[in-house]
């Protein structure tokens, strides 16, 4: 089974910086993409950032210029730098990744549990 856990939420002003750390454990093969979605209430869930395993990124619109992804393939680890954060980042943010596991390879999707990220203005 796969497990991915999410670390460093909280609350922060405007302007504030924020990092956003994942960990991906258990029977991987391989993980292909590791991004991050959040989901503000009454919104739908919306992809924030992607990575996939040779660097290439994509960013929203909404964070380009302010937020940064990054993994670490040894590590199994995605993370999320946010600066000049706003309140209209305020939100749930999950950790996803397609990942293939040990022992049938078949690629899934995988999610953490949500963190939340609050910005105060």
């Known amino acids: 089974q796969v497990q991915l856990v999410e670390s460093g939420g909280g609350l922060v002003q405007a302007g504030g910086s924020l990092r956003l750390s994942c960990a991906a454990s258990g029977s991987i093969f391989h993980i292909n993409t590791m991004g991050w979605y959040r989901q503000a209430p009454g919104k739908q869930r919306e992809l924030v950032a992607q990575i996939i395993t040779g660097g290439s990124t994509y960013y929203a619109d909404s964070v380009k210029g302010r937020f940064t992804i990054s993994r670490d393939n040894a590590k199994n680890t995605v993370s999320l730098q946010m600066n000049s954060l706003q309140p209209e980042d305020t939100a749930v943010y999950y950790c996803?990744?397609?990942?293939?596991?040990?022992?049938?390879?078949?690629?899934?999707?995988?999610w953490g549990q949500g963190t939340q990220v609050t910005v105060s203005s």
């Open positions: 996803n990744a397609m990942i293939a596991t040990i022992p049938h390879m078949h690629l899934d999707v995988y």
